[in-house]
Structures are given as structure tokens and as C-alpha cells.
Nanobody, 124 residues
Framework: QVQLVESGGGLVQAGGSLRLSCAAS????????MAWFRQAPGKEREFVAAISWSGSRTYYQDSVKGRFTISRDNAKNTVYLQMNSLKPEDTAVYYC?????????????????WGQGTQVTVSS
């Protein structure tokens, strides 16, 4: 069992940056692969980025490649999403998620644990 709490969202102008954090409870954080998803108003939740147990493997949705970076600090039970060059279309509620797989995929059903989300708003 793991509980996830996101933070770091806010309002930023286009071209700006934000860093999201997701703090996990429990002593087995390093046993979970982690991911970030997002959901814009009126749209389905979509995959953003994923990272393996150790942090050695990552992958991204095409639209955020080169702009977003997912990382983790297992000593702090925290996963991060550094978002640079933000665009208005990045506006969404961002969720972190955990799976017991070595590296999760891009499908919601692969993740058993979810945070409550943090709002990111990018103004033009």
C-alpha cells in the first residue's frame, strides 16, 4: 500500500517552468515504478511520463519530450516532474501514480495507486 500526495502546481506564464513533487508514504517506495498523468477540462486523463524503480529508465509522451523531465529520489520517497517551456495546452490537473511493475506503461489501468492531483495553469 502506498499513499501519494502531489504539490507544486500553480499559475505560470507560457514559457515558464514549474516543478511538481509527489511524496509517497510507506517504506517500499523504491519497489514502485512511478508516473505522471494529466487531465485537462473535458478531456480524458492522459499519460505524461514514467520512471522505473531505480530511476534508470524513463519515457515520455511525445508532446512533452525535451521540455519535461521525470526523476525520483528514493531516499526521500519522492518523484518529481520538472516542466520547462510550458505551453497553454499543458494546463491540466497533474496526477502521480504508482505501479508494482519495474516500469509502468502509459495506460491508467496499470497503476494501482493515485494521488489527488495538483492544478497547473499556463497563461498565454
Amino acid at each position: 500500500q502506498v499513499q501519494l500526495v502531489e504539490s507544486g502546481g500553480g499559475l505560470v506564464q507560457a514559457g515558464g517552468s514549474l516543478r511538481l513533487s509527489c511524496a509517497a508514504s510507506g517504506r517500499t517506495f523504491s519497489s514502485y515504478a512511478m508516473a505522471w498523468f494529466r487531465q485537462a477540462p473535458g478531456k480524458e486523463r492522459e499519460f505524461v511520463a514514467a520512471i522505473s524503480w531505480s530511476g534508470s529508465r524513463t519515457y515520455y509522451q511525445d508532446s512533452v519530450k525535451g521540455r519535461f523531465t521525470i526523476s525520483r529520489d528514493n531516499a526521500k520517497n519522492t518523484v518529481y516532474l520538472q516542466m520547462n517551456s510550458l505551453k497553454p495546452e499543458d494546463t491540466a490537473v497533474y496526477y502521480c501514480a504508482a505501479t508494482s511493475k519495474i516500469l509502468g506503461g502509459s495506460h491508467l489501468y496499470e497503476y494501482a495507486y493515485w494521488g489527488q492531483g495538483t492544478q497547473v495553469t499556463v497563461s498565454s
